[in-house]
């Protein structure tokens, strides 16, 4: 026969799966739209429609960006008192917005959709482009198959480092009128991996969207700080060129914004 004692103690935990379980069943859950929109220059940014390169004028043009975002988290403010909490809803991920930015659908922007999130108030949006120290430790062999950072193609074995950041396309390094030349501009390396803590207030309710505009500004990304000088080192796959990379880098913490 069973110990009352014991009975009592089964059925307190019973009762307290229901009664948490509940619980959960009564958080009302809304969706939040991340929209990365890609410019340069400050106008939509199209594929294959030529530009000009900041201050030495070539003409150059995209045929492809994509990028990992990681540790996205929303900064929720729980009373009025000010307290906070913050709620991680991606490790990390891997968006590649080349056919959300060519032609005429640039201006709509890459959505990359956060699901199920707490409804409430909120006044802060946190995240990184590129793949965390700790991530980037691993190699692709360590993730299953499933998993963006299974990704050969994404990897520099030499550095031991994912690319973090890769904006690629074609420029007029002969100054004939024609961007023959390709670049690639790529950043990898621990010390590329750009945090960015915003202060943004929206509403999450059920059964709607948030939306939240993410800028990303590639002209910037060429000179916000410091010209980068793509005729001397058109692409970066070379340990000799982090300082070059850097560059890029120090421009990169310039070119996002929130619209």
């Known amino acids: ?43 939509p940014l199209e594929m294959f429609k030529n530009y000009k390169y900041p201050v030495t004028n070539e003409l150059l043009n995209f045929t492809r960006f994509a990028f990992y975002v990681a540790d996205i988290n929303l900064i929720k403010k729980v009373n009025s008192s000010g307290q906070v909490s913050e709620f ?11 056919e959300a930015h060519t032609g005429s659908l640039g201006a709509g922007g890459y959505v990359y959709t956060l699901k199920g999130i707490e409804e409430g ?26 998993n963006v950072l299974s990704s050969t193609s994404n990897y520099w074995s030499v550095w031991k480092s994912y690319i973090f950041f890769r904006p690629e396309g074609k420029i007029d390094l002969k100054n004939d009128g024609t961007p023959g030349e390709g670049f690639a501009l790529h950043l990898g390396g621990d010390s590329a991996y ?27 990304y060429f000179n916000a700080k410091a010209l980068y000088p793509i005729r001397s080192n ?15 880098t120090e421009n990169l913490k310039m070119s996002v914004q929130l619209k």
Do not use: W
């Open 1 to 43: 026969m069973m110990h009352f004692k014991y009975f009592s103690t089964i059925l307190f935990f019973i009762g307290a799966t229901f009664f948490f379980n509940g619980c959960n069943e009564d958080i009302k859950k809304g969706d939040v739209d991340l929209v990365f929109k890609v410019t340069y220059s400050g106008e």
């Open 88 to 98: 991680k809803t991606t490790e990390i991920d891997f968006l590649d917005v080349t």
């Open 121 to 146: 108030e909120y006044n802060g949006l946190r995240f990184g482009l590129g793949v965390p120290p700790a991530l980037n430790a691993k190699e692709p062999k360590d993730f299953p198959s499933s």
């Open 194 to 220: 750009v945090p960015f803590d915003f202060v943004k207030t929206f509403s999450v309710k059920e059964g709607s969207k948030a939306r939240i505009e993410i800028e990303i500004d590639l002209e910037k």
């Open 234 to 248: 058109p692409s970066i796959h070379s340990l000799e060129q982090k300082p070059q990379m850097d560059i890029l």
